[in-house]
């Protein structure tokens, strides 16, 4: 079972996202933020979904493209999205666009490899 702290810990890693970055997504503090990742404190069923989108989100762009290039990526406005940056689509809840580009992203990265 993946805990919250683990949870927060993956997204962080590389420096892909920064605990301002989860404060924003989650919209609450940082120092919210900063109690769910080092003292484990529980969070609200709606936080627990949004994160574990979240996580989705960046596990999807750390496959498409490395750790520094994905940080920028998510802060970036992307046409794609509407000039949305994805970050603020995942906190909006329309994760599941943001999702989408990046498999497109890693299919392209992909058919790319083996040609």
């Given at each position: 079972?993946?805990?919250?702290k683990s949870l927060l810990d993956n997204v962080c890693a590389g420096g892909v996202l920064t605990v301002a970055d989860l404060a924003q ?67 909006d809840g329309s994760a599941y666009l943001v999702i989408e580009l990046l ?13």
């Amino acid at each position: 079972m993946t805990t919250i702290k683990s949870l927060l810990d993956n997204v962080c890693a590389g420096g892909v996202l920064t605990v301002a970055d989860l404060a924003q997504v989650t919209r609450t503090s940082r120092r919210t933020v900063l109690r769910w990742r080092y003292r484990s404190d529980t969070v609200r069923k709606d936080v627990e979904k949004r994160l574990l989108e979240l996580r989705a989100v960046v596990d999807l762009a750390r496959q498409a493209m490395p750790d520094r290039r994905a940080r920028t990526w998510l802060r970036s406005p992307q046409p794609e999205l509407e000039g949305q940056r994805p970050l603020d689509a995942v906190s909006d809840g329309s994760a599941y666009l943001v999702i989408e580009l990046l498999g497109a992203l890693v299919e392209a990265a992909v058919e790319a490899a083996i040609e």
